[in-house]
């Protein structure tokens, strides 16, 4: 299985990187710190999965999922946050994202 991660903070990236890096089915992980190495690397590497902060600095990592989907790239989104906002919960719901996780969880 092929993973993406996609992180503005170096160390948040290199430790989601660290941690999944032992799970036995994992063959590439990539990371990005942005909407478009992520997207390039979507392109390019057609992760199975791509974990996507939902902040990323000024930009909304939500985007990635809007321009993959526009892009017809098949790759499982999951968004970690640290907002607890419903708000922000609806719009990854409303654009079928996998899965949602609390960075506090």
């Known amino acids: 299985m092929k993973v993406l991660v ?12 660290s941690t999944i890096s032992f799970e036995n089915d994992i063959e ?3 990371e990005a710190s942005n909407i478009s190495e992520a997207m390039s690397n979507l392109i390019n590497n ?4 791509t974990v996507i902060d939902l902040y990323l600095g000024t930009e ?10 526009a892009k017809n790239i098949n790759s499982k ?15 990854a719901q409303k654009l079928d994202v996998e899965t949602n996780y609390m960075k506090s969880s």
Not at 6 to 17: K, N, S
Not at 60 to 69: M, P, S
């Open 28 to 30: 590439d992980i990539t």
């Open 46 to 49: 057609k992760p199975d999965i």
């Open 77 to 91: 989104f999951i968004v970690l946050t640290s907002s607890s906002k419903k708000s922000d919960f609806a719009k």
């Open 6 to 17: 996609v992180d503005d903070h170096p160390l948040v990236r290199r430790g989601i990187v």
């Open 60 to 69: 909304d990592g939500l985007e990635i999922v809007n321009q993959a989907k």
